[in-house]
Structures are given as C-alpha cells and as structure tokens.
C-alpha cells in the first residue's frame, strides 16, 4: 500500500509528464514546423526537393 506522500509524488508527476505532452501538442498545433527551404545550388533563392 502506497502511503499519502508516495500517492502526491506520483500525482504529480503524472500531471507533469502528461501536461508537458499536452502543451507541446497544443503549442505544435498552434505553431507548425515550416519545412525549410531547399538551397541545393547555394545562390540564395529555394529550390525545388529532391525526388526521391
């Protein structure tokens, strides 16, 4: 049996770990990594990706 201390820890830890994850995903939906450009000849304007 958990004593009360143990059961407070544990709460919130779990509400740090789960919150964390939370407001990335919030933070991440709201703010979307932009895919960057690519400068394959180096002359300063993007090019088209590679084909794959």
């Not at 919130?12 to 991440?28: D, M």
Request: aromatic share 4%; hydrophobic share 45%; proline share 10%.
């Amino acid at each position: 049996m958990m004593d009360t201390g143990a059961l407070i820890m544990m709460v919130v830890t779990l509400l740090l770990i789960w919150g964390g994850l939370v407001a990335a995903l919030l933070h991440l939906r709201g703010h979307p990594d932009e895919p960057e450009a690519y400068d394959i000849d180096g002359d300063g304007r993007p090019d088209s990706p590679p084909s794959t």
